[in-house]
């Protein structure tokens, strides 16, 4: 029973360039969720999306970050034009559609701009 | 969002209990009451979570106050395994997004 995976587990860019990071949930799970984490930081929530539905889209920056979780495939987080800022690790997370149940993570995405 | 609240370190000693507080002063009476972990490079490990009622699992157990304004986690017998930063969470009943708090980096001293 895998967990939730993501890929790249690592991936550079140079800033200007786009940096696409993927996210498989759990089986049975139709919620994800997106974290960043800034070096030396804690988890800032992101953006929430169910099938083919974002839901709570309120810790996104307004500009160059979107997400999107289509009915086939997985959820992919999409960061346009990177910038040294967005170096950081980007958690994904899943839950069954189940009220109150916790959710599981990934083992995160490190984004490098360089 | 609720905002939660735990202090930054603290440090125990190996084999000895290990008492995580949690500070969730503005919790509603639907927001579950979460606890991750994370070791360095790795993502959050879930550890236990409750609502109203303390919680024990094979990990840790939790202690929610009546007021339920704060919570404790509870490690019996801390181990070098369990050095990691310790997040309190809350999760709306309703809704589904998880709020984490500013973490606690437990050290376990031999």
């Known amino acids: 029973n895998a967990g939730v995976m993501q890929n790249p587990r690592h991936l550079v860019r140079r800033r200007g360039q786009e940096a696409r990071l993927r996210c498989s949930p759990m089986k049975g799970h139709s919620h994800v969720y997106w974290y960043r984490q800034l070096p030396e930081e804690g988890l800032k929530f992101m953006v929430y999306l169910q099938k083919e539905n974002i839901i709570d889209e309120s810790g996104m920056p307004k500009e160059r970050f979107s997400a999107e979780f289509p009915k086939e495939g997985p959820s992919i987080l999409r960061i346009q034009q990177v910038v040294r800022g967005d170096s950081a690790a980007y958690f994904c997370a899943s839950s069954p559609p189940i009220s109150g149940n916790t959710i599981y993570f990934g083992e995160g995405s490190w984004l490098t701009v360089v | ?110």
């Not at chain 2, 202090?7 to 507080?21: K, Y």
């Not at chain 2, 236990?48 to 919570?71: F, Q, W, Y």
């Open chain 2, 1 to 110: 969002d609720a905002k939660t609240t735990q202090p930054n370190s603290m440090e125990s000693n190996e084999e000895e209990p290990v008492h995580l507080p949690c500070n969730h002063s503005t919790i509603s009476g639907t927001d579950y009451i979460h606890w991750y972990r994370q070791l360095p490079s790795q993502g959050p490990e879930y550890v236990i979570h409750g609502l109203t009622s303390n919680v024990n699992n094979r990990m840790a157990s939790l202690a929610i106050a009546e007021d339920r304004k704060s919570s404790t986690l509870i490690l019996h017998r801390a181990t070098l395994r369990d050095a990691a930063v310790y997040y309190c969470a809350d999760r709306s009943g309703g809704y589904q997004k998880v709020t984490f708090g500013t973490g606690t980096k437990l050290q376990v001293i031999p």
